[in-house]
C-alpha cells in the first residue's frame, strides 16, 4: 500500500491522508487547520477517486468542500457524520465571512458536499470495483466518529481518526475492531495525548459538580463553556447525574447538536440518559430571556467552548458587569482563542475581535476531553500489533517522542510522519 501524509503531521489540525492499497486512491479525512488562518491540505496536486471522513470536527471534515471539488467519487461518512459537519461547514463560513478570513473552497463547492455525501452506518463494508473495502468502527469520540479499517487482499491499514479509549457518559469506550488481531500492516494513529493521562472520569464529574454546585448556593451564575458537540451533551448529562440542584440553561449551537444526536439513538450510549439531561435544560431563546437568566442563580451552558463567539461571550460579559458569576472551562483551550486568554489572565476579545475587556470573575478549566489519555493510545498500538505505526495529529514534541517511545520500548515500527511524506507498506 501507499500513503502520503497530507496534513494533521506533528500538528493538530488539517488532517488529511492519501491511502492507496489496490487500484483506489482514498483520502482519509480532509480537515482545515482554524484558529489562525484557514490552512486546507494541498489536494490540486494529487488524485483521488472518495473520501472517507472520520467525522465531523473541522480539523477532520472542513475543507471536504475542496475534496468533493477536485474528487470525483462520494464522501463516505457515518449517518450522523454528515449532518453535524453540515452544520459546522456552515458555521464555519458565517464566522469566516464576518471575521474577514477566507476559506480556500467557495459556497457552491460547499453545496456540492451535500450532494455528494454517501451514508454508511458502523460496521458495515463498502467494497469498491476493484475489490478494496472500508468499514467504520465506532471511535468513542464524538457522536458518530469512527476508526477506518481499509483492506485490499491481504493488505490491511487502520486509520484511528481521533480515538476515545475512555468511558464517557455520551459513549462507550472505544475498542479495536476485533478482527484487528488477525493482522493490520499500517496502523495510523492520533497523538493528540501521548504524552499524559487524564484524570479519572468519575472522580472528575464529582469535583466538576461541586464546585458548580458550590457556585450556585453562593448566589453565583456558573457559566460553562462548552464546544457545541460532544461537550455540551456530556456536561448537560454529567449535571443531570450528579443531581445538580438549580436551574441549568442552555443556548448556542450546542442545543442543535443535542437535537440532532437525539434523531441517532443508536449512536449515543443512553439515548434516554441524554433525553432527560436535554428535558431538564430550559432552552434560552430570546435576548430578553438571556438578560434576564443572569440575574439569578443557575448553571449556563452555552457555545462556544473556547469563548471565541457565540452566546457565551454575552453572557460573560453580563456577568463580568454584575461580578456575580465564575467560569468553568470544560475543555482545552487552543493558544491564540479567547479562552487561552482567558486561562493566562489577559483580556479577550469581545464583538468580533474588535475591542478587548478584562474579565475579573474566578475561573477554573476541567479535562474533560474525549480523546484517549497516554496508557489508553499505548494499549491501543499494542493490541492492533500492527506491522508499521505513523503517529500524527499531536504536538509535534508529542508525535515524535510517542513514536521514539514506541520503537525503543515496544518494539514497534514507528514514525511520525512529515507533511508530503511517501511511504510504501
Ligand atoms: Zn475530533
Ligand atoms: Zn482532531
Excluded at 477536485?70 to 463516505?76: C, D, N, R
Excluded at 471575521?99 to 452506518?121: C, E, I, M, T, Y
Excluded at 499494542?382 to 500524527?392: D, E, L, Q, S, T
Aim: proline letters at 4%; glycine letters at 8%.
Amino acid at each position: 500500500m501507499k500513503l502520503n501524509f497530507l496534513g494533521a503531521c506533528r500538528q493538530v489540525g488539517k488532517s488529511c491522508i492519501l491511502a492507496q492499497l489496490g487500484e483506489v486512491r482514498l483520502l482519509l479525512d480532509c480537515g482545515l487547520r482554524v484558529h489562525t488562518e484557514h490552512l486546507a491540505p494541498a489536494l490540486q496536486q494529487h488524485k483521488f477517486d472518495a473520501c472517507v471522513l472520520s467525522h465531523a470536527h473541522l480539523d477532520h471534515s472542513g475543507a471536504t468542500p475542496l475534496a468533493a471539488r477536485e474528487g470525483k467519487g462520494p464522501v463516505f461518512a457515518t449517518f450522523p457524520t454528515i449532518p453535524i459537519a453540515q452544520l459546522l461547514l456552515e458555521d464555519n463560513e458565517k464566522v469566516s465571512l464576518r471575521n474577514h478570513r477566507a476559506l480556500p473552497f467557495k459556497k457552491q463547492d460547499v453545496k456540492r458536499l451535500h450532494s455528494k455525501f454517501f451514508g454508511l452506518p458502523y460496521g458495515l463494508p463498502y467494497e469498491f470495483y476493484d475489490g478494496t473495502r472500508f468499514r467504520f468502527v465506532d471511535a468513542g469520540h464524538i457522536i458518530g466518529a469512527a476508526q477506518v479499517l481499509v483492506e485490499h487482499k491481504s493488505k490491511r491499514l487502520l486509520y484511528s481518526g481521533d480515538l476515545n479509549g475512555g468511558e464517557t457518559r455520551m459513549h462507550a469506550a472505544a475498542k479495536p475492531p476485533e478482527d484487528a488481531s488477525e493482522g493490520v500492516d499500517a496502523l495510523i494513529v492520533e497523538s493528540t495525548y501521548a504524552n499524559r493521562e487524564h484524570p479519572p472520569r468519575d472522580e472528575l464529574e464529582r469535583r466538576f459538580c461541586n464546585e458548580v454546585q458550590r457556585c450556585i448556593d453562593d448566589d453565583c451564575v456558573a457559566l460553562l463553556p462548552c464546544f457545541a458537540v460532544g461537550r455540551t451533551q456530556e456536561i448537560l448529562q454529567v449535571l443531570h447525574a450528579n443531581r445538580l440542584r438549580g436551574d441549568v440553561f442552555l443556548q448556542g449551537m450546542g442545543a442543535t447538536v443535542s437535537e440532532i444526536s437525539l434523531d441517532f439513538p443508536s449512536y449515543v450510549k443512553n439515548a434516554g440518559m441524554l433525553n432527560a439531561a436535554l428535558n431538564r435544560a430550559k432552552r434560552i431563546e430570546t435576548r430578553e430571556q438571556r438578560q434576564r437568566v443572569v440575574e439569578k442563580p443557575c448553571a449556563i451552558v452555552a457555545t462556544a467552548g473556547m469563548l471565541d463567539g457565540g452566546p457565551v461571550l454575552s453572557y460573560l460579559q453580563a456577568l463580568n458587569k454584575r461580578g456575580k458569576g465564575e467560569v468553568f472551562l470544560t475543555g482545552f483551550q487552543v493558544p491564540g482563542t479567547n479562552g487561552s486568554l482567558l486561562a493566562a489572565g489577559e483580556k479577550i476579545w469581545v464583538n468580533e475581535r474588535s475591542r478587548r475587556e478584562k474579565i475579573v470573575l474566578p475561573f477554573s478549566q476541567w479535562d474533560f476531553s474525549a480523546h484517549s489519555g497516554k496508557k489508553e493510545l499505548l494499549d491501543y498500538v499494542k493490541r492492533v500489533n500492527a506491522g508499521r505505526v505513523f503517529c500524527m495529529h499531536g504536538d509535534a514534541a508529542v508525535c515524535v517522542e510517542f513514536a521514539r517511545e514506541l520503537r525503543e520500548q515496544h518494539g514497534f515500527d514507528a514514525v511520525a510522519p512529515l507533511e508530503e511524506e511517501k511511504f510504501t507498506v
